[in-house]
């Protein structure tokens, strides 16, 4: 039953998907909203960008949902939360918390997919310990409700360095960790960028078979971003989830849909930027 939802993922044309992340509020940090301020206008201009997927909570999932239609993106859905995004980590608590009964809520929101962490924060184990927990509770659930396990392995640079929410580029570190989200029973990776790009293959080997979808990161220039997703593709990336180069692009309809030529289409970087254009 899960190829079913996969199905509505992943284009039929390509078999790569492009998803939207706009789950940053979820988090409790002010910088995240930017460009986010308005859940409902954001969810409206990305409908009519048409990418395949958009990541939402569940208290944002409605906006989408309640569009009438059928030609809209499928939701995937955030089900945890975490406090360990800001320039300093909390020295009393720190947290990947899940909600309850998160793929009967999946269900409900007829979601396509749903989307875990798995965190490698440097001096906080304890963080990496509750992702396990998390998506060992949630395995079982998956394949019972047929709905597809996004697991997110992201490798933290330590907070004294970078802070929050910086892309850790390290090969090793991220192969280490997207493998291990892979023999926890991941559908999909979502996975940051290595730093060599024409290394990422080794990530993809890792992941044995299982889709990888690839991390945006910060916000880059329109050329960079466009490179980069080339060069990612061509190592055998699945597709690609950006947020906050989407979001908080002056122009979020024309990233997307060069993003989406290139994803499915094969478009070139320049022929890509002279849609953003």
Known sequence: ???????????AKSNRCFDVAVDHGFFNQAGFLQGIEDMRKVIEVLVDAAPDAIQLTLGMARHLQEIPGREKPSLVLRTDVANIYGKTLPENRRFS?????????????DAACVCVNLFQIPGAPEVHAECVENILKLKPQADYYGVPMMVEPLVFQPNEKAGGYMVNGDETAITYLVRQAVELGADIIKADPTDDVSRYHKVIEAASGIPVLVRGGGRVSDREILERTQGLLEQGASGIVYGRNVIQHPNPKGITRALMAMVHDGASVDAALAMVK
């Open 97 to 109: 918390l899940m909600i309850e009964d998160c793929m009967l809520q999946a269900v409900r929101y």
């Open 1 to 11: 039953m899960k190829s079913f939802r996969l199905k509505r993922l992943f284009n």
